[in-house]
């Protein structure tokens, strides 16, 4: 009995310690990813948690198009109060490339998160593979 205790206690703590991400914040991070690739582009969450050093998120994802080889990547979204229509207002977005660029930035932000209602995402195009696991157990 004390051993089940101990354990459940083990598990509350570590749990309480795990890492907190906003939903807001990476449900519109996963917005991004479909717009850094090229259409038809699998993309396949293998894990997220918080930007280091800042208030955002940080996707590690793998990315697959048919023909080609499958590559790792990650997008790390750091967010600054909220937008116009109270959602997370994206202020930095970096990629394993570097930080995205100025104009390329602003593009993203006005013609893909901007667009009301948001762009349409097929369930082929995004796929968490959290989620997947989740469900599989």
Request: charged share 25%; with cysteine.
């Amino acid at each position: 009995m004390r051993n089940g205790l101990v354990i459940t206690a083990v598990v509350l703590t570590a749990g309480a310690c795990a890492p907190v991400v906003a939903p807001d914040q990476l449900a519109l991070c996963r917005e991004v990813l479909p717009a850094l690739h090229d259409p038809g582009t699998l993309i396949r969450e293998s894990r997220h948690g918080p930007a280091p050093a800042g208030s955002g998120v940080r996707i590690d994802y793998l990315a697959e198009r048919q023909g080609l080889p499958r590559s790792a990547h990650f997008a790390t979204c750091r967010f600054e109060g909220l937008d116009r229509r109270g959602r997370p207002d994206l202020a930095e977005l970096s990629t394993e490339r570097g930080p995205f660029p100025g104009a390329r930035f602003v593009i993203l932000k006005r013609w893909w998160l901007d667009q009301v209602p948001s762009p349409p995402r097929s369930a082929g195009t995004v796929r968490s593979g959290l989620a997947e696991r989740a469900a599989a157990g």
